[in-house]
């Protein structure tokens, strides 16, 4: 990223300490960014000795945002500032209001060496400090490889998830170990545990750092930014909103005369004007799908009624066809036993006739013809043959005919 604008989508006007800043060594200029980032966590107590929360001043930050340069941000300071930004700055709210500055310092150098300075404290303060990683949202990267294709995606599903077990774990417990004569708990040298809520404010806190720790790489699209910071502030909604409060809230930004409020507000109500465009869309399309889907399940209707009728003129077809095998299977036995009872009656009328010709008519014909070609021809013998053999023919030539 190698240009910066100060309108990113964040406001310069969250409520920060009014506190002036502290101008170095008596010569009116402003300090420098080293200085400012020890004095901002450096633990001071009030009169009731609880240590003071740390609190970006409005001054310094639109110091960091003109700064040229980020001075000395070494290790050692990072040390320090860690120490004590974990007792006075717990929640790491501080922190990501010295991300915010730092994302919107118009010089690259001292804008790139201002926010790796807040992630190193970042990974150094969060609830897995145990990676003892100088940048976490790297270091989660680097594991989720792959699994999801927004890095910023990546980096809210799994912040949100390591958080969330820390929170079961918090509000498990029963009990709190009583204070001993002693403790220290509040003093200087011990860091406070944090209660669910504060955990979840402390979440969201380093969600931000991280998702402006992508913006400044350039890694995150901006349009990818706002729904996820717009999510964050979601969580800060009161219970019940005052709209005097949101009233003279904007009254003041309307006094203030700066752009970026007018600018989110725009942005937002141009992604309405979208979404109701598309739901207009949407809900036309919808309209034209159940027509068309009453039209098919008129059609279907139609169809099925076609077919149940098809169906039942098929049935009635097959019964038909089953019928006619069903007869042409009998008619054909029939006439394999007709075949097979004339085959038997053509034999039997082959016998009788050949029984009739060769012993009831050739018989007495040769003894005719043997009495008739006699010296004396026998005929009285030859006409009794002649008639007994006529008689025979007679009688069995009914058997024929019938």
Known sequence: MTGHKSGTGLSNSRPVDERPAAKSRGNGQARPVADIVARLFAISLDKDQN???ASLTKTDFKTIVNS??????????AKTVTAAAGKSDPQLSALAQLMV????????VARHALTAFCVRVTSALWINKHWETHDLFEDILHRDKGLDASPLHSLRNVITALYSKRVEHVKGLTSIPPVASGDTSNDAGTPPSLTSAELNRQRDNVLLVGGLWLLTKGTCDPAQAIPFLAELLEQRRSRSRSNRDVALYLSEQCADQGSALADTLDYFKQRANERAALGAHLKSALEQSEQEAERLKVQLA???????ERAHRITLLE???ARLEQSSQEQQLDERAKR??????TGQVKARAFNLLTEDVLEPLKLSLSAL?????KTEVAAHHIELAVETIERDIKWFIE
């Open 51 to 53: 240590i003071k929360p």
């Open 68 to 77: 040229q340069s980020a001075g000395e941000l070494d290790a050692e300071l």
């Open 101 to 108: 500055a730092a994302c919107k310092c118009r010089n690259d």
């Open 302 to 308: 139609e169809y099925k009624r076609t077919n149940d």
């Open 319 to 321: 019964a038909e066809i």
């Open 340 to 345: 097979t009872h004339l085959r038997d009656s």
């Open 373 to 377: 070609q006699r010296e004396k021809p």
